[in-house]
Structures are given as structure tokens and as C-alpha cells.
């Protein structure tokens, strides 16, 4: 969203989802690698998205590396694949929430880093986003989404084991995912759900502060057109 609008796309986001950051540095027990100053001449996967390949970029940067210094092995979403299958030495983007939890139910041991302990600070990662010309044409549909998105959260937190029922009969679900894993994914993942939608300008403040000081964006964009808790449910 922050790259978004410093490119001047007409969007916002009008309700936070998960509220805290759940990428991560991952790589197996068995590879040998301590930390990511280990990351030095390794195959790193990740999902190809730019964002995630910034942050990995302030991430070995702080460990004394650049990204001249490693492989990327762009894979999509098949980072645990990637990983399993010995393509990749650690992936980078994946979710420790997702990707991680699936490698302990078979039994892996996922080494597992959240960029929240690699100096990166915190965000809302998962925003529900609307355009702005919509939003003012009918912004009644918005606030009534917006309430249904609230109340689905807080029914996910309520009943986790409805959570996973709905989860599990998903017809898009990844065949390759085992009913224990996306239960172990599902259990991981709902304490990070937000149960009001709201956004913290602040958060996302030094969010922006901190984008531009590593030059990820060149211009510190305002909060104000970044996000809007207007839209949400009233207490």
C-alpha cells in the first residue's frame, strides 16, 4: 500500500485483516545455516513480489550482506516445496503462520525468523483495500463489508473449529496441504486476527519513516491517504 501510493494509485485501505507482520526467514534444522549472516552464497526462494525482495534486502544488509551476495530463486508460492525438495537452501517472504506450521506437522523443524526480529517494524500485513472513486459513490457497501469482515474474525476467534471446518471444505484449498497441516495453519493464525479492522495511524507512520530511510520509497507519503478507519464497524 505504502509503495502504492507513492506511485499515486487511487486506493486506500479501509480495514486491517491480520494485524502483524507473519513474514519470515526460513530454513531447515538440517541445512546447517545458524543465522543470516550464514546466507552468504545460498539459494534463497521467494514469491517474486518486490516488496518482500526490498525487505530481504534491509534484512542481509544488516548481517553485512547484499542481495549480489546470495541466489534468489523466484518460485511463486511453492516455497515449501522449494524447500523440501532441496531447490532452495532458505525461502524469504514465506509465512511463518503457513509455511512454517506446515513443515512441523511433517516433522521438518523449520527454522523460523519473523522480520519483526530483524528490524523491521511492525504492520497491518493483510488490509482490505478499496478504491477511493468507489468509495465515495457508495460508501454504505463498504461500511457494511467492512462489518461483515469483523464479525467473521471475531467468530473465527470465538470458534476456532469452525474456522478450520470452512478452511478445510475451501474448494481453492492446496490439495498438497495435509487436513493436519492447515489445522496447524488455522491454529497459528487466528490469534493474529484484528476482531475490530481498526488500523493504527501511528504504526503505519513509522512504517512510512522507516521505507524512506532504507529508500524503498522516495517521499514520505501521509497517513491520511494511506489508510481510513472510517469504514469500520462503530463501537
Same mark, same amino acid.
Given at each position: *500500500?505504502?509503495?502504492?501510493?507513492?506511485?499515486?494509485?487511487?486506493?486506500?485501505?479501509?480495514?486491517?485483516?491480520?494485524?502483524?507482520?507473519? *513474514?519470515? &526467514?526460513?530454513?531447515?534444522? =538440517?541445512?546447517?545455516?545458524?543465522?543470516?549472516?550464514?546466507?552468504?552464497?545460498?539459494?534463497?526462494?521467494?514469491?517474486?513480489?518486490?516488496?518482500? &525482495? /526490498?525487505?530481504?534486502?534491509?534484512?542481509?544488509?544488516?548481517?553485512?550482506?547484499?542481495?549480489?551476495?546470495?541466489?534468489?530463486?523466484?518460485?511463486?508460492?511453492?516455497?515449501?516445496?522449494?524447500?523440501?525438495?532441496?531447490?532452495?537452501?532458505? &525461502?524469504?517472504?514465506?509465512?511463518?503462520?503457513?509455511?512454517?506450521?506446515?513443515?512441523? &506437522?511433517?516433522?521438518?523443524?523449520?527454522?523460523?525468523?519473523?522480520?519483526?526480529?530483524?528490524?523491521?517494524?511492525?504492520? %497491518?500485513?493483510?488490509?482490505?483495500?478499496? =478504491?477511493?472513486?468507489?468509495?465515495?459513490?457508495?460508501?454504505?457497501?463498504? =461500511?457494511?463489508?467492512?462489518?461483515?469482515?469483523?464479525?467473521?474474525?471475531?467468530?473465527?476467534?470465538?470458534?476456532?473449529?469452525?474456522?478450520?471446518?470452512?478452511?478445510? /471444505?475451501?474448494?481453492?484449498? %492446496?490439495?498438497?496441504?495435509?487436513?493436519?497441516?492447515?489445522?496447524?495453519?488455522? /491454529?497459528?493464525?487466528?490469534?493474529?486476527?484484528?476482531?475490530?479492522?481498526?488500523?493504527?495511524?501511528?504504526?503505519?507512520?513509522?512504517?512510512?519513516?522507516? *521505507?524512506? =530511510?532504507?529508500?524503498?520509497?522516495?517521499?514520505?507519503?501521509?497517513?491520511?491517504?494511506?489508510?481510513?478507519?472510517?469504514?469500520?464497524?462503530?463501537?
Amino acid at each position: *500500500m505504502v509503495l502504492a501510493q507513492s506511485k499515486g494509485n487511487p486506493v486506500v485501505a479501509i480495514g486491517s485483516l491480520v494485524a502483524e507482520p507473519t *513474514m519470515a &526467514t526460513i530454513w531447515l534444522q =538440517r541445512s546447517g545455516i545458524d543465522g543470516i549472516a550464514d546466507l552468504r552464497g545460498k539459494t534463497i526462494a521467494t514469491a517474486g513480489l518486490p516488496m518482500e &525482495t /526490498e525487505i530481504l534486502e534491509t534484512v542481509l544488509a544488516e548481517a553485512g550482506l547484499s542481495l549480489a551476495d546470495v541466489k534468489l530463486k523466484d518460485v511463486g508460492y511453492n516455497l515449501v516445496p522449494a524447500l523440501i525438495r532441496g531447490r532452495a537452501d532458505a &525461502t524469504f517472504g514465506g509465512r511463518w503462520n503457513h509455511g512454517g506450521s506446515q513443515l512441523e &506437522t511433517l516433522g521438518l523443524n523449520p527454522m523460523v525468523t519473523r522480520v519483526q526480529d530483524l528490524g523491521v517494524p511492525p504492520f %497491518d500485513e493483510l488490509v482490505v483495500v478499496a =478504491r477511493r472513486d468507489r468509495l465515495a459513490r457508495d460508501p454504505q457497501l463498504f =461500511r457494511d463489508f467492512m462489518a461483515a469482515v469483523v464479525r467473521g474474525a471475531a467468530t473465527s476467534v470465538e470458534d476456532p473449529d469452525l474456522a478450520f471446518e470452512v478452511a478445510n /471444505e475451501d474448494v481453492e484449498a %492446496d490439495y498438497r496441504v495435509s487436513p493436519k497441516a492447515r489445522r496447524a495453519q488455522v /491454529e497459528a493464525t487466528i490469534p493474529l486476527l484484528s476482531e475490530s479492522g481498526f488500523m493504527d495511524p501511528e504504526q503505519a507512520s513509522q512504517l512510512i519513516a522507516w *521505507m524512506h =530511510r532504507q529508500g524503498m520509497v522516495q517521499r514520505k507519503v501521509p497517513v491520511s491517504s494511506l489508510l481510513t478507519n472510517d469504514y469500520l464497524p462503530q463501537p
